[in-house]
């Protein structure tokens, strides 16, 4: 098994991304390339084939009220915008290696925070139990969407 951590292949982080766009949101070539642009943190396992997770800073210019939310809250912080694993691969430790690796470029930039938000409506319960057993509490809760989209807010301080 490869747990190399390497740029993302564009394409292959499409097609992960949109089998789960459910969980996160449906990107297009053009949105991905936006969402690269501003982001603090964007590496994968395999290109991003098996899995991949894209962080962005609170400095970021990103029009999301997930990101808009935190940055009313935390000064100094990481948002995770999304990770996805393939389901195939689950259960191997990918996300805890990208969280892992994560968590270290964040510290050692100076962010006091790891945030991210995790689906209540529609229900994304595996990503829930991730989260808290690696230590991320919740620290909000928000409606969206429309009404469409409830999540549950989460942040992890780091050492």
Known sequence: MNHELTSLDPGKVLTLNNAHARETSLLDPESLSALLDVAFYARGLDGGATAFLIALSQDATYDNPNFAWFKNVYDSFVYID??????????????????????????ISGRQWAVCEVNVEPPNPESQAFHIAMGFQEVGVATIREGKKTVRYFALELA
């Open 82 to 107: 999304r990770i996805i694993v393939a389901a195939a691969a689950r259960g191997q430790g990918m996300a805890r290696l990208l969280y892992k690796d994560l968590f270290y470029a964040a510290e």
